[in-house]
């Protein structure tokens, strides 16, 4: 087996999960230095087909939820794959999954059944919802949870519009950055008792304070002391600024910031004469009116001017990227956050960096995304699995190796 590097190195994790939340946290555990398995169905990820080189199974989206993991393919479905699962179970520290609890059950994968075998395994259940109430069965998807906890509402309340969809898997993402450490506090609290533990991470329950915790308000208190939505957040005029020549982002928040934006536009007089500056609180209450005032004078000079006039220290402002500018960024090429690797099967493909960095154990990114199934044998040879077990198993169908790499069968 490879040697890894990371903080997490040595730690084995079995990931049973697809799409976006569920390999967003263990991608987050393998570039941390996880030796994470990815466990897939004979059809893969659906991920794997999306996109340029979907025929090939590696697609963008694939391609950048799946580095710094080994794939393996098992027919969960069948006895013979379940139990070899189990036998893998034996020698993990996480199995992750965001298949349903009912059908984990169903395949004899349920927690208590791999507690058996590893009493120190953490089990790691990303679900839709909490188990305990009436929606614990449905399935959940990104934009059911953007529409489930108001945020599509909030977005279309902050348009004027009908209620939207961020374009952005935001809560499988945001989930799955939570899930990751979940799964790292856990393994902490292992060290302290020895013993593992089933961890269950609901998305809607997740969600609901994320979206909350700006948006619940006046309703914080009991009664209520005003309405739903922090008012800059949901402020219509709260958007990039155009300028004569492009869009930046200039936030003026407090009564410093304020006072040097008023005083380089000519208006300084407007922090005596209108009570609306006079502090935070009256400020944020008619924040949608300043923004408006911000926005007509930003549209009076150019982008480059704006820089050179607001002391960038005091007034956070920033040009607007596009996707394709992003590529472009002056700050992320002197940390070489962008590199350029040689895929073995669809060439060379563009990573972005791990983004924390370790004065110590520091991570690495080790390999790109797995073809499907492209380290079976390997996984199954380090699990103690002899060549004749292995042979058998690929002829039977309930494991599959791409590309093919077997040893002759030894004589019986």
Known sequence: ??????????????????????????????????????????????TRTLGPNGEHGLGPLFLGLNRNKRSIVIDLKSAAGAELLLELTKSADVLATNIRPAAMARLGLGYARLAELNPQLIYASMVGFSQRGPYGPKAAYDDMMQAATGLAAVMGQQAEGEPRYMPLAIADRSVGLYAFGVIAAALYARTRTGKGQCVDIPMFETMVPYVLGDHLYGHTFVPSQGEFGYPRLTAKNRRPYKTKDGYVCCLIYTDRQWKIFL?????????????????????????????????????????????????????????MHTLETLLEDEHLAATGFFTEVEHPIVGRIRETAVPSEWSGTVPLNRHPAAALGEHTVDVLREAGLGEQRIHQLVADNIVFQRPVVLQPPQAA
């Open 1 to 46: 087996m490879t040697e890894f590097s990371g903080p997490l190195s040595g730690i084995k994790v079995l990931d049973l999960t697809t799409v976006f939340m569920g390999p967003s946290a263990t991608q987050m555990l393998g570039d941390l230095g996880a030796d994470v398995i990815k466990v897939e169905a004979p059809g893969g990820d659906s």
């Open 263 to 319: 005083t380089a536009v000519g208006k300084g007089d407007l922090l005596k004469t209108d009570p609306r500056f006079a502090d935070i609180r009256n400020r944020t209450a008619h924040i949608d009116e300043l923004y408006q005032l911000v926005s007509e004078e930003l549209e009076q000079r150019t982008t480059r001017e704006w820089l050179e006039l607001l002391p960038e220290n005091e007034i956070p402002i920033f040009p």
